[in-house]
């Protein structure tokens, strides 16, 4: 029996982007960046449907287009968020603002029951209300996404792939999570 062989974990991804980048305006810009999601230690399982979605706040730039994925790896966590950063940059993805416009943004939403760093940190993350996420940036890895719960813009596009993923802290399935937000966040979210 290997001691150091690596299971293969199902990461669920989150892509947007509201800039065109060197392939083009956002719908080709994930389209390309899903084939990236192909190689080396990873094999892309499930992808969304892209969707069209408001920038926010209203006006501060162009809409985004959002999808989700679902991809299989050996990777570590701290290994994937690495090779997503490489893959934002290949796509012109400069991080100089929080939460600004960009070419390309590919989110490590979760993976399995897994909770980083640990389930006091993550409840800190989740609870800090709304003007603190602004100010505030984590220094180390939270999974699941902290505020994936809250985001229309997520859920729709990861209902699409992983319907029945279980949020470890919350319980609540993708598709539990995604009939408790408001209609209106729901129906903003645009299939194209």
Known sequence: MEENKKVNKIWLLALGGNLPSHEGDPLLTLSSACKTLNRDNLRLCKVSRFYETPCFPAGAGPDYVNAAVTVE???????????????EAEFGRERDQRWGMRTLDIDLIGGGDLVLP??????????????????????????????????AFVLVPLND??????????????????AALPESDRKAVIPL
């Open 73 to 87: 790896s050996p990777l570590s966590a701290s290994e994937m968020l690495k090779v997503l950063h490489e893959i």
């Open 118 to 151: 640990d389930r006091e940190t993550h409840a800190e993350w989740m609870s800090l209300p709304a003007e603190e996420q602004v100010r505030k940036t984590p220094d180390q890895l939270i999974l699941p996404h902290p505020r994936l719960q809250d985001r």
């Open 161 to 178: 792939v992983a319907p029945d993923w279980k949020h470890p802290v919350l319980g609540l399935t993708v598709s539990q999570m995604l």
